[in-house]
């Protein structure tokens, strides 16, 4: 139980374009998602907190209107990378909690090259 | 202030040789510890979570154990399909949803 999937595994694209990750819970509900990113060598850095039916709350130095994040139902969310440059490359992670839980489930993380 | 500090940052063991991994945390009023395995490439995979001092939870080769300042993660017999980055967590001070992580500790277990 409690399995998170992340769409796409990898992506390439050229700078200046968008990409959009989804973030889907397999096998139950959560109201809330968080979106994280990891440099290599580092540990994960939250980007935002994804709270479904409402705006999401974001991280100091997080561009809101670079990464847009929506959280549309209780199994889904997305985060969208506008116009990307070759410094957003990076390992973006998202995970889900359980109604009423506090664990945090992962899912398997995307990667970006932007070139 | 760090919240969370891990050590070692990086341990070999041979195969079968135990030990332990240390997660020490600063905050107050806990509202649990987590302990995550992270593999290259992956996102990091749930272990456990522990909610009160004195609290043991047990995983294959892998025991966790939480007391007021630290959480300790005990490897039996280490495989080297262990080899891993561990990861704990706390959620943040504040009273925020977020998790605060430590830095990692990378086991490699040689054959």
């Known amino acids: 139980g409690a399995v998170v999937s992340q769409h796409p595994s990898w992506v390439i694209c050229k700078s200046g374009t968008s990409v959009k990750i989804e973030c889907r819970s397999l096998d139950f509900q959560a109201t809330t998602m968080f979106w994280y990113r990891q440099f290599p060598k580092q540990s994960l850095m939250l980007m935002a907190t994804?709270?479904?039916?409402?705006?999401?709350?974001?991280e100091q130095g997080v561009e809101k209107d670079k990464f847009l994040i929506n959280h549309a139902s209780l199994t889904l969310s997305t985060l969208t990378v506008t116009s990307a440059h070759p410094e957003d490359s990076s390992f973006y992670i998202c995970?889900?909690?359980?109604?009423?839980?506090?664990?945090?489930?992962f899912g398997p993380g995307t990667r970006l090259l932007v070139l | 202030e760090d919240q969370v500090t891990q050590s070692p940052e990086a341990l070999r063991l041979q195969e079968g040789e135990s030990s332990s991994l240390n997660c020490s945390y600063t905050v107050s009023g806990l509202r649990g510890l987590f302990w995550y395995r992270q593999d290259p490439g992956k996102g990091p995979e749930f272990l456990f979570t522990l909610y009160s001092a004195g609290e043991e939870k047990e995983k294959e080769r892998l025991k966790a154990t939480l007391t007021k300042k630290e959480s300790f993660l005990h490897i039996t017999a280490p495989k080297p399909e262990d080899s891993a980055t561990y990861l704990c967590?706390?959620?943040?001070?504040?009273?925020?949803?977020?998790?605060?992580f430590g830095k990692g500790t990378k086991l490699t277990v040689n054959p």
């Open positions: 994804s709270n479904e039916g409402s705006k999401a709350t974001y």
């Open positions: 995970s889900a909690r359980l109604l009423a839980g506090v664990t945090q489930y």
């Open positions: 967590a706390v959620p943040n001070q504040g009273g925020s949803e977020k998790l605060v």
